[in-house]
T-cell receptor, first 109, second 113 residues
Framework: GQNIDQPTEMTATEGAIVQINCTYQ??????LFWYQQHAGEAPTFLSY??LDGLEEKGRFSSFLSRSKGYSYLLLKELQMKDSASYLC??????????WGAGTKLIIKP | DVKVTQSSRYLVKRTGEKVFLECVQD?????MFWYRQDPGLGLRLIYF???????EKGDIPEGYSVSREKKERFSLILESASTNQTSMYLC????????????FGPGTRLTVL
């Protein structure tokens, strides 16, 4: 079956760095998305990776290894406003998105 | 500023009622989606549409139907609401390429009593 695994919850300190991991098993693969979702709000797009490697976008970076079925989202210089859930989603061979349950990130001062 | 809007943020209905959830996007997007989101579970796709009057079943279509009469509007219908349909419902849209990001509406939290 198709599956996305990511940790349920993580805690980090303001100003620090945190890495949120995601492993996926899908029928075919056409890319991986990361979304941010604040409590009670809609998910918003952070990144899309389809090739191996690291893509940096300001304080946020996303990494993909297709051979390992693995991705991570790296958040630097954490701010309190980064407290949110982070959703990993893989696009399968039918271009359907398979979503993980999300990782709730708690930032402490 | 691109926008996806949903008709209600909060809705309370009784078991057996017919429920309509409306979604409108102003980006001229071809693809529209309805998801439900429950604690501990990922977003689950109910139905999607690639064009006007076209609809495709997602992973959990049972108990739901959809309508897309106009490109900008995608409606989700619960024919006879049940308590297990209490959930957060999210509408999303994307352009022609499904590798593009999905834009989400604010969600409708539906409670069925």
């Amino acid at each position: 079956g198709q599956n996305i695994d990511q940790p349920t919850e993580m805690t980090a300190t303001e100003g620090a760095i945190v890495q949120i991991n995601c492993t996926y098993q899908t029928s075919g693969f056409n890319g991986l998305f990361w979304y941010q979702q604040h409590a009670g709000e809609a998910p918003t797009f952070l990144s899309y990776n389809v090739l191996d490697g690291l893509e940096e976008k300001g304080r946020f970076s996303s990494f993909l290894s297709r051979s390992k079925g693995y991705s991570y989202l790296l958040l630097k210089e954490l701010q309190m406003k980064d407290s949110a859930s982070y959703l990993c989603a893989a696009l399968d061979s039918n271009y359907q998105l398979i979503w993980g349950a999300g990782t709730k990130l708690i930032i402490k001062p | 500023d691109v926008k996806v809007t949903q008709s209600s943020r909060y809705l309370v209905k009784r078991t057996g009622e017919k429920v309509f959830l409306e979604c409108v996007q102003d980006m001229d997007h071809e693809n529209m989606f309805w998801y439900r989101q429950d604690p501990g579970l990922g977003l689950r796709l109910i139905y999607f549409s690639y064009d006007v009057k076209m609809k495709e079943k997602g992973d959990i279509p049972e108990g739901y139907s959809v309508s897309r009469e106009k490109k900008e509007r995608f409606s989700l219908i619960l024919e006879s609401a049940s308590t297990n349909q209490t959930s957060m419902y999210l509408c999303a849209s994307t352009g022609l390429a499904v590798t593009h990001e999905q834009f989400f509406g604010p969600g409708t939290r539906l409670t069925v009593l």
